[in-house]
């Protein structure tokens, strides 16, 4: 039976409930109050709670007991306080949990059990390269260079500094092309070599058909392409076609006026309720727009305001791309590596 705040109130004169834990019927002198009413009488200061061990140990049905002490009791509510009531919180062990943890463990354990087995068969039976062209399963002799060489990145500003300027450069890296060789490298992969205000490291062109002076001349890359070829050695060249500096020549032109002849070489688009025409944001986060004071409207960029996108649509710009990439082979470039190439088209009629 429950009792009422008001009965436990009663139950709290000093002297009565005197009942002691320990034997397995209810405590003499007391009655059963819910765990509610014992934390309210706990919250308003007249009791406190009391974890009891094991009250009622001995039998399959353990159970937790909860003693509510009276504060006015002798001993200030401590151990040996009257016992007024107590209240079973849980079945540590009655046979419904028992059986119920038993079988979440079954359960859980054959879940387990199938989720191995599943990927284990999806490994067995998936093939062990995409298509049939795949490279595992090509005679060595038919895999193209790039398909079969040790690939190694070098990025130069950081590589090898051949003048003691504090600036890794091309003729650095070319007095280590042994070292390349020495631990099984067949293809140097160089992070962007051209002309940069190097605000992001280089990925911010403007001169595509140059050499950074930080890093040489034309003729610092053209000896030390000849002298990889002579070890056996591929070159890649990084190439960024997404993006320019807005240092670069193209951009310059393009927004020198709305009515420039390669205003569309770049993505342009009128601002939108005061502001930008819409909530794209940019890799480097904020707005993948920016506003153009000259021309009223705005460019857009998926990486840095100072790297505009550059309009693949545009014919002109598909030419000009080409025309970078046959500078570099016809020096002698085995080929190159594509960055940020899932950005380089948009569709700006999208809104969102």
């Known amino acids: 039976m429950s009792l ?3 009965d436990v109130e009663r139950e709290l004169d000093p002297g009565e409930g005197n009942g002691t834990l320990g034997d397995k019927s209810s405590p003499p002198d007391s009655e059963e109050i819910s765990p509610v009413d014992a934390v309210k009488l706990q919250a308003e200061g007249d009791v406190e709670l009391v974890v009891e061990e094991d009250a009622y140990s001995g039998d399959e049905d353990h159970t937790l007991l909860i003693a509510v002490h009276s504060k006015q009791a002798g001993g200030g509510g401590k151990k040996g306080a009257s016992l007024l009531s107590a209240e079973t919180l849980f079945e540590r ?20 059990l199938g989720l191995v087995t599943a ?24 895999l193209l260079w790039w398909q079969k060489t040790v690939i190694y990145q070098a990025y130069p500003r950081s590589y090898q500094d051949s003048n003691g300027d504090g600036n890794g450069d091309l003729n650095g890296i070319r007095s280590r092309l042994d070292y390349f060789t020495d631990i099984g490298v067949g293809t140097v992969w160089l992070n962007p070599i051209y002309p940069s205000p190097h605000m992001d490291n280089g990925y911010d062109i403007f001169n595509y058909t140059d050499i950074d002076p930080l890093y040489g001349d034309l003729q610092d890359f053209k000896d030390l392409l000849e002298d990889m070829h002579k070890k056996g050695l591929h070159i890649l060249l990084d190439f960024i076609p997404n993006h320019t500096s807005e240092d670069h020549p193209w951009f310059k032109e393009s927004r020198s006026s709305q009515n420039s002849s390669k205003r569309d070489w770049y993505l342009w688009a009128d601002g939108k309720d005061g502001g930008p025409p819409n909530h794209w944001i940019s890799v480097f986060g904020g707005s993948a727009w920016a506003y153009d004071d000259v021309t009223g409207q705005y460019y ?12 693949y649509r545009n014919p002109g710009v598909q030419e000009a791309m080409k025309d970078v990439m046959k500078f570099w082979l ?12 899932i950005f380089l088209l948009e569709d700006l009629r999208a809104e969102e």
């Open 300 to 311: 857009y960029h998926a990486f840095g305001d100072f790297q505009p996108d550059l309009n």
């Open 93 to 112: 062990d009655s046979w419904r949990y028992r059986y119920t943890r038993r079988g979440l463990v079954v359960a859980g354990l054959a879940l387990l």
């Open 330 to 341: 016809d020096l002698g470039v085995d080929g190159f590596r594509v960055d940020a190439a």
């Open 4 to 6: 009422s705040i008001s």
């Open 119 to 142: 990927s284990i068969t999806l490994i067995t039976l998936s093939p062990s390269c995409p298509s049939t062209s795949c490279t595992a399963e090509l005679p060595a002799e038919e």
